[in-house]
């Protein structure tokens, strides 16, 4: 009987664009774009700029460009170093099922690998639709067990990043299996950092890019890795987590609909946990017209995975305040959005959030958690200082399938991100070649054009 990586190994070397579905390759232009968004709004961070100019000083052969900069290094350099701009300001996109940002690692390694290849433009979309498939289903696979101690992002998103890059390789179905193996080996990331407010959350997909793109091209040279890297004894479901069910990777694999097309977008510069609640609270603000003055209490119930990973969280920091769920809802109550302005050292002092943090309480809701990670709900209730109640539950946040975003709010949204680094014409000419991506002939000359 084939290993699960053989089977997955014979789905990415059939996937072809004139078989894959109109929706899914669409949906990956739209992912395209919502990610280099994301790198243009991060690529300026300390956390971006710190592994930029190690990477520039490490060197590499000019094959990819490092977005930050413009300038060309390896593909290996390109996907670590435009992984990690993807992934600071918290609006890259993510799967609820598999708990994972899956553009943060799978674009950045197809990008690079198409690039260096000169792969077009459907070759490339292709590539992501199959990257989106595979670090999702391992994601769903592993489920919340995993997730309690490993960043999924930056686990199970090397292994769509090999996918992705042994598809625009063409490499084999022998070596798109090793290139799995090779990936599972390397795929790390702890979630400790969130106590300290650190900056490893943009090395785990920075890393999943890079390593994915290794993976591949170590795959090339003949380089041999565990064949049964998913069930093995001491392979990574085993070691990784307490409850795996191995059949998603693999049940109905590539039947439709593809995983990508359950994908959210984020509408809030803040973790996806906290999307619900925001969502909640700025329903009831909008539909009982409250201002922060009229509000006596706030009762946020969420999910217990939710609180297990933010509770301990201290706004210390902007970025730190993005996994702090007090200092969000109170900007939405206070503000009425949270977006990238949210999150500025003047925010922190801002006495109208501080003074709504106070009367912000958090309940662990057992029953919500029954529905996750299939839903991240949440419900909030406020009360008013003249004693009214108004209450609100949220099971798909803004940006979900469920609850989509429109084309032009995608637009928007990528007009609001690459304002710093793009002026309007330079945005919609991107706007313009990422919907189009199915008409580039060689993605080699993919910034060249634009600029």
């Known amino acids: 009987m084939a290993t699960i990586s053989e089977q997955i190994a014979a789905f990415i070397y059939d996937a072809d664009y004139d078989t894959l579905s109109a929706d899914a390759l669409d949906m990956a232009k739209l992912c395209f774009l919502d990610w280099l968004g994301s790198v243009y709004a991060g690529k300026g961070s300390r956390p971006a700029v710190a592994i930029l100019l190690v990477a520039k000083s490490l060197g590499g052969n000019p094959e990819a460009t490092l977005i930050s900069d413009g300038s060309q290094s390896s593909a290996y350099m390109a996907a670590l170093v435009n992984s990690a701009a993807s992934h600071v300001v918290e609006m890259d996109d ?13 674009i950045p390694a197809a990008l690079a690998m198409a690039e260096r290849e000169g792969a077009s433009g459907q ?10 498939e595979v670090a999702i289903r391992a994601g769903e696979a592993m489920g919340p067990s995993h997730y309690h101690f490993w960043h999924t992002t930056g686990t199970c998103g090397t292994f769509g990043a090999a996918a992705a890059a042994g598809k625009i390789l063409g490499l084999s179905k022998p070596e798109l299996a090793m290139a799995l193996g090779t990936a599972g080996t390397q795929a790390a990331g702890l979630w400790e950092f969130l106590v300290d407010g650190a900056m ?3 090395l785990h997909p920075a890393k999943a890019a890079a390593d994915g793109l290794l993976s591949a091209l170590l795959a090339e040279q003949g380089f041999t890795a565990a064949s049964r890297i998913f069930e093995g004894e001491k392979g990574f479901c085993q070691a990784m987590a307490k409850e795996c069910d191995r059949d998603r990777l693999v049940k109905r694999l590539g039947t439709e609909p593809l995983r990508i097309l359950s994908t959210s977008f984020k509408v809030h510069a803040a973790c996806y946990h906290i999307h619900s609640a925001i969502d909640a609270v700025l329903e009831i603000r909008r539909k009982h017209g409250l201002r922060p003055a009229d509000v006596e209490s706030v009762r946020i119930a969420l999910y217990p995975a939710a609180l297990d990973l933010l509770e301990k969280v201290a706004p210390h920091d902007p970025y730190a305040a993005k996994f702090n769920i007090p200092f969000c809802v109170a900007t939405a109550l ?10 500025t050292a003047d925010r922190l002092e ?4 501080q003074e709504a943090m106070q009367r912000i309480s958090l309940v662990r809701d057992s029953e919500l958690g029954k529905v996750y990670p299939e839903r991240w709900p949440a ?10 109640k108004y209450a609100a539950r949220i099971d798909f946040a803004r940006g979900d399938p469920k609850n989509p975003m429109t084309r032009e709010e995608l637009e928007a949204k990528f007009h609001n991100l690459a304002t710093p680094a793009l002026d309007e014409t330079q945005r919609r000419k991107t706007i313009d070649a990422c919907l189009n991506l199915d008409r580039a002939e060689n993605l080699a000359s993919f910034f060249a054009d634009l600029a």
């Open 123 to 132: 070759e490339f979309l292709t590539a992501v639709v199959v990257g989106y």
């Open 334 to 343: 206070v503000y009425g959005q949270v977006g990238l302005s949210a999150f």
């Open 379 to 388: 419900m909030a209730e406020v009360t008013t200082r003249a004693g009214q």
């Open 94 to 106: 993510l799967h609820k099922g598999s708990i994972l940002h899956p553009a943060a690692p799978v």
């Open 350 to 353: 801002d006495s109208k959030i």
């Open 200 to 202: 490893s959350k943009q």
